[in-house]
């Protein structure tokens, strides 16, 4: 069965976050993630193999920011392909024998598109490289999240459906009023990326589960699968409890998959995986 036909017959439950879990044990916030692909691949191991036991079936590579834009922030420009490489290695070592799809996690550059121009950096070329690397490393999917600027999403996304035939989840960080900085709606952009055949639409990381629960309802289409990865709630310290009932509430409005974004730890991911399979 694929990713796409198993997420049709039954919601999946993602991971939690990366970033806000890795400084809970100790890394300091200005310090490069994804370096620790390299550096520490132990720790990424252990937090992805924590995500496993809580009954994550899909998680995503510690490789966030890993373009040669974020990257050269910390002088690590020149080894993309290292970092993404080994980070698909490592999700791919924690989900053997268990069946939960490795997702290869690509943010936005960081930057826009002027300052790109400005800055005579191709924004193609950036993206290429990144999920290259990942695709290489033999990744399921690819996990384009957390992006605010819908040009920049389908660029992203162009690139990914130039290398590879398999799945894209294109995860867009709208506001509570379900809207992007510029304005434009999630309805719009959603109508735009399925122009673009999308695989799986989605927003993660800006909303609190709450807030997404609302946009849910929202005229949102039922196709393609949506994917929906609320952060943790006001200062990041909604319950696990809690955010597992409201996470079961976003799968009963229509959602196909369900994880968690900053703030939301294997606790979190372990509450919604028991409630969802109690209540399949």
Request: aromatic residues 4%; negative net charge.
């Amino acid at each position: 069965m694929t990713f796409l036909e198993e997420i049709e017959n039954h919601p999946l439950c993602g991971d939690g976050a990366m970033g806000t879990l890795l400084m809970e044990r100790g890394i300091p916030a200005e310090q490069c993630f994804e370096e620790l692909c390299v550096a520490q691949p132990a720790l990424i191991l252990g937090i992805h193999t924590d995500y496993l036991a809580a009954g994550a079936r899909v998680i995503r590579t510690n490789s966030f920011g890993a373009n040669a834009v974020r990257l050269a922030r910390h002088g690590l420009e020149g080894r993309v392909n290292e970092i993404n490489w080994q980070a698909a290695q490592i999700a791919k070592e924690a989900a053997k024998g268990t069946g939960a799809y490795v997702a290869g996690s690509v943010g936005p550059l960081g930057i826009s598109a002027g300052e790109a121009s400005e800055r005579m950096i191709d924004r193609e070329k950036s993206f290429r490289t990144h999920i290259g690397a990942l695709l290489d490393g033999g990744v399921n999917l690819i996990f384009l999240e957390t992006f605010q600027d819908l040009d920049e999403l389908l660029l992203a996304l162009r690139v990914k459906q130039s290398l590879h035939h398999c799945p894209a989840i294109c995860s867009l960080a709208v506001r509570d009023d379900g809207t992007l900085p510029d304005g434009t709606s999630l309805e719009a952009a959603f109508a735009k990326l399925v122009q673009n055949e999308a695989d799986i639409l989605g927003f993660n990381g800006s909303t609190d589960p709450q807030a997404a629960l609302d946009v849910m309802r929202r005229a949102l289409p039922k196709e393609p699968p949506l994917a929906v990865f609320p952060n943790a709630g006001t200062n990041q310290n909604s319950p696990p409890a809690d955010f597992a009932e409201k996470g079961l509430q976003i799968i009963a409005a229509g959602a196909r998959i369900i994880g968690g974004c900053c703030g939301t730890t294997p606790a979190h991911i372990a509450a919604m995986a028991k409630l969802l399979a109690e209540t399949r």
